[in-house]
Nanobody
Protein backbone atom coordinates (compact mmCIF):
# COMPACT_ATOMS: atom_id res chain seq x y z
CA UNK A 1 0.00 0.00 0.00
CA UNK A 2 1.22 3.49 -0.87
CA UNK A 3 -0.09 6.50 1.00
CA UNK A 4 0.24 9.95 -0.53
CA UNK A 5 -0.29 12.86 1.83
CA UNK A 6 -0.86 16.39 0.64
CA UNK A 7 -2.25 19.75 1.69
CA UNK A 8 0.43 21.05 4.00
CA UNK A 9 1.96 24.49 3.78
CA UNK A 10 2.59 27.76 5.55
CA UNK A 11 -0.48 29.21 7.23
CA UNK A 12 -1.14 31.98 9.68
CA UNK A 13 -2.48 31.41 13.19
CA UNK A 14 -6.24 31.13 13.22
CA UNK A 15 -6.53 29.83 9.68
CA UNK A 16 -7.81 26.43 8.64
CA UNK A 17 -6.25 23.70 6.55
CA UNK A 18 -7.31 20.38 5.09
CA UNK A 19 -4.84 17.56 4.65
CA UNK A 20 -5.56 14.61 2.40
CA UNK A 21 -4.17 11.11 2.25
CA UNK A 22 -4.84 8.94 -0.77
CA UNK A 23 -4.17 5.23 -0.68
CA UNK A 24 -3.23 3.11 -3.65
CA UNK A 25 -2.46 -0.56 -4.01
CA UNK A 26 -4.83 -1.60 -1.25
CA UNK A 27 -7.06 -3.60 -3.58
CA UNK A 28 -10.12 -1.64 -2.49
CA UNK A 29 -9.85 -2.68 1.15
CA UNK A 30 -11.23 -0.18 3.64
CA UNK A 31 -8.77 -0.15 6.47
CA UNK A 32 -8.55 1.66 9.77
CA UNK A 33 -6.56 4.82 9.16
CA UNK A 34 -4.96 7.51 11.24
CA UNK A 35 -3.19 10.84 11.17
CA UNK A 36 -0.11 11.40 13.28
CA UNK A 37 2.18 14.38 13.61
CA UNK A 38 5.75 14.97 14.62
CA UNK A 39 6.87 18.39 15.74
CA UNK A 40 10.56 19.33 15.71
CA UNK A 41 12.37 17.62 18.55
CA UNK A 42 9.32 15.66 19.65
CA UNK A 43 7.99 12.15 19.31
CA UNK A 44 5.44 11.29 16.69
CA UNK A 45 1.99 11.45 18.24
CA UNK A 46 -1.52 10.40 17.30
CA UNK A 47 -3.80 13.15 16.04
CA UNK A 48 -6.91 11.21 15.06
CA UNK A 49 -8.02 7.89 13.64
CA UNK A 50 -10.98 6.59 11.73
CA UNK A 51 -12.20 3.04 11.50
CA UNK A 52 -13.52 1.31 8.42
CA UNK A 53 -17.09 1.97 9.59
CA UNK A 54 -16.41 5.69 10.03
CA UNK A 55 -16.01 5.68 13.80
CA UNK A 56 -13.54 8.38 14.77
CA UNK A 57 -11.19 8.94 17.66
CA UNK A 58 -9.08 11.92 18.68
CA UNK A 59 -6.19 12.62 20.94
CA UNK A 60 -7.12 14.80 23.89
CA UNK A 61 -4.92 17.58 22.52
CA UNK A 62 -6.76 17.67 19.19
CA UNK A 63 -10.39 17.31 20.17
CA UNK A 64 -12.52 20.16 18.96
CA UNK A 65 -10.27 21.68 16.28
CA UNK A 66 -9.48 18.60 14.22
CA UNK A 67 -11.91 16.58 12.12
CA UNK A 68 -10.99 13.34 10.42
CA UNK A 69 -13.12 11.95 7.63
CA UNK A 70 -12.90 9.47 4.81
CA UNK A 71 -14.19 8.97 1.30
CA UNK A 72 -14.01 5.25 0.67
CA UNK A 73 -14.91 5.62 -3.00
CA UNK A 74 -11.83 7.79 -3.49
CA UNK A 75 -9.59 5.86 -1.05
CA UNK A 76 -8.97 9.14 0.72
CA UNK A 77 -8.77 10.14 4.36
CA UNK A 78 -8.83 13.84 5.20
CA UNK A 79 -7.93 15.89 8.24
CA UNK A 80 -9.44 19.32 8.71
CA UNK A 81 -7.65 21.57 11.14
CA UNK A 82 -9.34 24.73 12.35
CA UNK A 83 -7.98 27.69 14.31
CA UNK A 84 -4.41 26.66 13.69
CA UNK A 85 -1.87 27.46 16.37
CA UNK A 86 1.92 27.72 16.17
CA UNK A 87 2.14 24.57 18.26
CA UNK A 88 0.37 22.68 15.46
CA UNK A 89 3.53 23.08 13.39
CA UNK A 90 4.65 19.58 12.51
CA UNK A 91 5.01 17.03 9.79
CA UNK A 92 1.70 15.24 9.48
CA UNK A 93 1.66 11.58 8.51
CA UNK A 94 -1.15 9.29 7.54
CA UNK A 95 -1.04 5.67 8.61
CA UNK A 96 -2.77 2.48 7.55
CA UNK A 97 -3.20 0.31 10.66
CA UNK A 98 -3.96 -2.87 8.74
CA UNK A 99 -1.00 -2.57 6.39
CA UNK A 100 1.32 -0.94 8.94
CA UNK A 101 2.14 1.57 6.24
CA UNK A 102 3.09 5.26 6.59
CA UNK A 103 2.70 8.06 4.12
CA UNK A 104 5.64 10.33 3.39
CA UNK A 105 4.36 13.20 5.52
CA UNK A 106 3.27 16.72 4.73
CA UNK A 107 4.68 19.74 6.55
CA UNK A 108 2.35 22.20 8.23
CA UNK A 109 3.93 25.42 9.44
CA UNK A 110 1.85 27.86 11.45
CA UNK A 111 3.48 31.24 11.67
CA UNK A 112 2.65 34.89 11.28
Amino acid sequence: VQLQASGGGLVQPGESLTLSCTASGNRGRINNMGWFRQAPGKWRELVANIQSDGTTGYANSTKGRFTISRDNAKNTVSLQIHSLKPEDTAVYYCYDYSENSWGQGTLVTVSS
